[in-house]
């Protein structure tokens, strides 16, 4: 059951919110009498509680369907972290479809996704623990169908699908051996009665094996060091003959310089996919040898494939396509006619779109908007009526309190202009004093391909609630703007996207909107490097929050996992030719400079940006007796999974902030050691 969360009027437990919600509805009535109360910036009780970010949600992601039945998969914070696969059945019932002891997650790639395959009534999954397949066939108990590897988690699939036979299934397998990590495609029975056979092998990547609907081709994509997929990779198709093995394969489409995206077979036996070609992922199709463009925009229907399992479309009855694209920095769910060449948008309301696939004549999706949170939705496409199905909240956030995104564009060097999402502070319960403005907090995606979507975010509704303005940038060389804005980070990580982030800023800051001597910059991974190259290499923040982020560009190139150890030869340069590059953008050697004070975020087991990186970052720190924080967690990867460990992190920031920014805490925090601070 869902239920609104109102203001509490006293100092309680989310709890006795939850549980007491209608006795406090009726204080917060009461409350609101007196309100908007005068108080500082920051400092404003917020609903939109840490614990509620932690256990008052889970993730959606990789929705399909199977004739009637939707399937997807939730990732539980209060679980551990754990990814389960969930079904609802036509009868409307849903339920869990593996015990707890299983987790529906991957490591290839070590980013994982695809972890899951469906036919009928039988599902296919990889065990986070053991990396080993399970098959799952209705209610029953789940079968191992692979072998223990000859070392823990040595052998790791994804990306699979099941034959049209329900016999076999092809996957992308990652082995890991004593010197080398290989890539290849392989099948093997479901019954697990035969080891797994190498179907295709020889490139350094492969991702989304696909199958013809009679099961005799064989569709997927390939790439090669240096490139990241979404630099350039190559489709191809091959026969799959009757004693399992792969004819010679032809390549369809991508090169180099040219990006493939998701191939997929329509009903007809006809071949799609998303090409950049154009400089825009554009949907194309294969008949008879020839490739055309079915719906040339200048927009984008194709991701970057950080992950695996990402779908953008799919098929409808009378060859109509449903898909999303990218424009603008919005999704926006549509319908195309491939003989057409048309675009008819739909459902206008949902501004963020992800995993479109067909259950019967309807469209299942994952759906959300800048004032609603991502939800499975299943959309009739003739009256476009929609139906909830699932809810990633279990929990409303109440209007009042929710700030909205609002697209901004803004100069920024050369010229040219670079984009963001603003969110103003936004509270019915208070405001500041005549002529204070709020403090900024400036947000730098990780990846760094990567986008930052225009949906409601409770992790950002969190600062926003609390009298802080937030602007989430999608800086030079992020997804979503084609082509050519994507590709303004090749040779220039640690530039551009610092100037990006430092001129959005300072646009606030000159038009009044912010206070420009309380601006803090925090972000992850990748946006962890982009924060502390603004703490070190400029004077425009006061403060920031670094994630798992990356001190030395060296040592993360010789010391980072197969997917991105070549990802920094575009970004940087191939290393150790351009070594003097990777050290001047390093923050690491500059570390004499930093004046402001940061708290350090860290997994202990991320193998993606290994602690290493935060130790180095936070010895210097204690060398140069400036105020900082250093909170790492067991058992923790790049990016945070447990609910305990949410719950920590936010509320060590807000603390962290309070300390630096000199804004009250409206709330009771657990304190965090502040190492450095004058007493």
């Known amino acids: 059951?869902?239920?609104?969360?109102?203001?509490?009027?006293?100092?309680?437990?989310?709890?006795?919110?939850?549980?007491?919600?209608?006795?406090?509805?009726?204080?917060?009535?009461?409350?609101?009498?007196?309100?908007?109360?005068?108080?500082?910036?920051?400092?404003?009780?917020?609903?939109?509680?840490?614990?509620?970010?932690a256990r008052g949600g889970v993730d959606l992601s990789w929705l399909t369907a199977s004739g009637d039945t939707l399937y997807w998969i939730?990732?539980?914070?209060?679980?551990?972290?754990?990814?389960?696969?969930?079904?609802?059945?036509?009868?409307?019932?849903?339920?869990?479809?593996?015990?707890?002891?299983?987790?529906?997650?991957?490591?290839?790639?070590?980013?994982?996704?695809?972890?899951?395959?469906?036919?009928?009534?039988?599902?296919?999954?990889?065990?986070?623990?053991?990396?080993?397949?399970?098959?799952?066939?209705?209610?029953?108990?789940?079968?191992?169908?692979?072998?223990?590897?000859?070392?823990?988690?040595?052998?790791?699939?994804a990306d699979g699908v099941i034959a049209p036979d329900g016999a076999t299934l092809v996957c992308v397998r990652e082995r890991h051996e004593a010197s080398e990590v290989v890539n290849e495609i392989v099948s093997l029975p479901l019954d697990g009665s035969a080891l797994p056979r190498v179907l295709v092998s020889g490139h350094d990547f492969f991702s989304?094996?696909?199958?013809?609907?009679?099961?005799?081709?064989?569709?997927?994509?390939?790439?090669?060091?240096?490139?990241?997929?979404?630099?350039?990779?190559?489709?191809?198709?091959?026969?799959?003959?009757?004693?399992?093995?792969?004819?010679?394969?032809?390549?369809?489409?991508?090169?180099?310089?040219?990006?493939?995206f998701q191939p997929q077979w329509s009903p007809d036996g006809t071949l799609h996919f998303v090409s950049d070609?154009?400089?825009?992922?554009?949907?194309?199709?294969?008949?008879?040898?020839?490739?055309?463009?079915?719906?040339?925009?200048?927009?984008?229907?194709?991701?970057?494939?950080?992950?695996?399992?990402l779908s953008t479309y799919t098929f409808l009855g009378g060859g109509r396509i449903a898909c999303f694209y990218v424009k603008d920095g919005l999704r926006h769910l549509a319908i195309v006619d491939p003989d057409a060449r048309g675009v008819i948008d739909m459902a206008p309301r949902f501004t963020f779109v992800a995993y479109p696939t067909r259950i019967g004549d309807r469209i299942a999706f994952i759906g959300g908007s800048a004032t609603e949170a991502p939800a499975v939705v299943v959309?009739?496409?003739?009256?476009?009526?929609?139906?909830?199905?699932?809810r990633s909240l279990a929990y409303d956030i109440d209007p009042a309190y929710v700030s909205a995104a609002q697209p901004i564009e803004f100069p920024t060097e050369g010229g040219r202009s670079a984009h963001?999402?603003?969110?103003?502070?936004?509270?019915?319960?208070?405001?500041?004093?005549?002529?204070?403005?709020?403090?900024?907090?400036?947000?730098?995606?990780?990846?760094?391909?990567?986008?930052?979507?225009?949906?409601?975010?409770?992790?950002?509704?969190?600062?926003?609630?609390?009298?802080?303005?937030?602007?989430d940038v999608n800086y030079g060389g992020s997804t979503g703007y084609g082509r050519e804005y994507r590709e303004r980070l090749n040779g220039q990580?640690?530039?551009?996207?610092?100037?990006?982030?430092?001129?959005?800023?300072?646009?606030?800051?000159?038009?009044?909107?912010?206070?420009?001597?309380?601006?803090?910059?925090?972000?992850?991974s990748a946006g962890g490097y982009t924060t502390?190259?603004?703490?070190?290499?400029?004077?425009?923040?006061?403060?920031?929050?670094?994630?798992?982020?990356?001190?030395?560009?060296?040592?993360?190139?010789r010391d980072t996992h197969k997917f991105e150890s070549r990802y920094l030869d575009r970004l940087v340069g191939p290393y150790p030719e351009a070594a003097q590059t990777y050290r001047a953008r390093s923050p690491v050697h500059f570390f004499d400079r930093l004046e402001r004070p940061l708290i350090v975020f860290q997994g202990l087991d991320d193998k993606v940006v290994p602690p290493s990186q935060a130790e180095m970052l936070v010895d210097a720190l204690r060398r140069k007796g400036l105020p900082f924080a250093y909170v790492a967690f067991a058992g923790e990867g790049n990016g945070f999974r447990r609910a305990e460990n949410i719950k920590r992190s936010t509320e060590a920031e807000l603390f962290f902030y309070s300390a630096m920014l000199g804004f009250p805490l409206g709330e009771a925090i657990e304190p965090v050691t502040i190492e450095g601070r004058s007493s």
């Open 1 to 53: 059951m869902r239920r609104t969360i109102p203001a509490p009027a006293v100092d309680v437990s989310i709890d006795d919110v939850i549980d007491r919600g209608a006795e406090v509805a009726a204080a917060r009535r009461a409350y609101r009498v007196a309100v908007p109360a005068s108080a500082p910036y920051g400092s404003w009780r917020s609903p939109v509680t840490a614990e509620l970010l």
């Open 74 to 157: 939730e990732g539980r914070p209060q679980e551990g972290g754990r990814d389960v696969l969930v079904r609802r059945t036509p009868d409307g019932r849903i339920t869990d479809v593996i015990p707890r002891e299983l987790n529906a997650r991957t490591r290839v790639h070590e980013y994982g996704g695809g972890a899951v395959a469906v036919r009928g009534a039988t599902a296919v999954l990889s065990n986070f623990a053991d990396q080993r397949l399970y098959r799952v066939d209705g209610e029953a108990v789940p079968v191992a169908i692979t072998a223990e590897p000859p070392t823990p988690s040595a052998h790791r699939y």
């Open 208 to 260: 989304t094996p696909r199958l013809s609907p009679d099961g005799r081709a064989l569709a997927w994509l390939a790439w090669d060091h240096p490139n990241m997929p979404w630099d350039g990779s190559e489709l191809f198709v091959a026969e799959l003959r009757r004693d399992g093995a792969l004819g010679d394969g032809r390549r369809v489409a991508g090169a180099r310089e040219e990006s493939i």
């Open 277 to 309: 070609r154009t400089g825009w992922w554009n949907l194309y199709r294969e008949r008879g040898g020839t490739v055309t463009p079915i719906a040339p925009m200048e927009a984008e229907f194709g991701l970057p494939q950080w992950v695996f399992g």
């Open 379 to 390: 959309l009739d496409p003739n009256t476009g009526a929609h139906e909830v199905v699932r």
């Open 420 to 471: 963001a999402l603003y969110y103003p502070p936004r509270s019915p319960d208070f405001a500041a004093a005549d002529g204070e403005r709020p403090p900024l907090l400036v947000l730098s995606h990780g990846g760094p391909t990567s986008m930052t979507p225009a949906v409601l975010q409770p992790a950002i509704q969190y600062w926003t609630s609390r009298g802080f303005a937030v602007v």
């Open 493 to 524: 990580w640690g530039v551009v996207d610092l100037a990006d982030c430092v001129n959005a800023a300072r646009s606030l800051a000159g038009s009044g909107r912010v206070d420009g001597r309380r601006m803090a910059i925090r972000g992850g």
């Open 532 to 557: 502390l190259c603004a703490l070190v290499f400029t004077d425009v923040f006061a403060t920031g929050a670094s994630y798992y982020g990356v001190a030395d560009l060296a040592a993360l190139a």
